[in-house]
């Protein structure tokens, strides 16, 4: 079973853009080893860098934040993004659970 | 993905249908896609594979292409018979999971708009609300009247059409002589020990909302096992 149906994620994207915001979509697309949450999870980035749902338990969105920023800025369609595991002595990011990720990024317009 | 896309998006999930939204990753155009509705030319190549994770319920990305498939699939449906004061918790909690709920009592008083706002609520005997709901493997039963009137009818539809829950409220004393009057009419011991009876899992609380979160506990649990 799989619970699309209980995020509403999607629908907070349509009232920031009908509040005039500018919305990008980060999906996860792919995953390898563990990683925290499953492919379809979803969050949601405006210009501003405010953020809703989550694509890791919190260990990559900072970095996701910032990519929907530039994506915004630079007027791109889309973009995908791959997080590996973290190295712990370093202040990068990535999964600290050892997994591996692919986040799709894509601006609704 | 348009602006457009996102509203159909939204749309179908609203009026409860299944679809899969398939996205080429390398333009970040998207299309729906649904059960026998042709798909665009760019796509077609992939029908067979994306008929397979639609099948399947899965997401990703189709191997050696940029195509990500995301399906949606139904909620579970859940009948909840007794529209008591623990069943306003259980509509409480269903809302953010994958639930539809429909409540049935035949008693007025109980299932009223103003108790369960924007809810399913059909106010008739079990036999007869039965008849306005199509019901399958895939649905699971919530029985909190303990009053066998109105508990055992939706018992008996319940394992006849094999539900995949099926629990009832009550005490252990309250749940033999519902299990004996169950043998009575012709249920075998395998069905009526796949009844949750007392339902819920052992979390010691006693007050409604406690009791309803065990419940649903419950539910979500063997939902996963199914």
Redesign the interface.
Known sequence: ??????EKI??E??DW?EASQKVV?A?V??TWGSSPR???SRMIVNEKGDFSGSVSGGCVESAVVRECMDLIKDNK??K?IEFKVSNESAWEVGLACGGEIAV?L???? | ???QT??S??EK?KN?SEFAII?N?S??E?ELFEKNKPLSKEMEAYSNKINEFFKN?K???IENSEI?I???????KVIVVGAVHIAQYLVDYAK???FEITIIDPRGYFASEQRFPDMKIINKWPDEAFKEIETNENTALIALTHDPKIDDPALQHALKKKFYFIGALGSKKTHENRCQRLKDSGFSEKEINSIHGPIGIKLGGKSAPEIALSIIAQLVAE??I?
């Open positions: 079973m799989k619970n699309s149906f209980d999607l629908e994207a349509l853009i979509l999906t697309i792919q499953q492919v379809g369609p889309c995908k799709y894509e601006q609704v317009n | 993905m348009k602006l996102l509203k998006i939204i999930k409860k996205t990753l333009t970040g998207s319920k997401n990703g990305v990500f995301e399906t949606y699939v139904l909620p579970i953010n999971l994958n939902t996963y199914k």
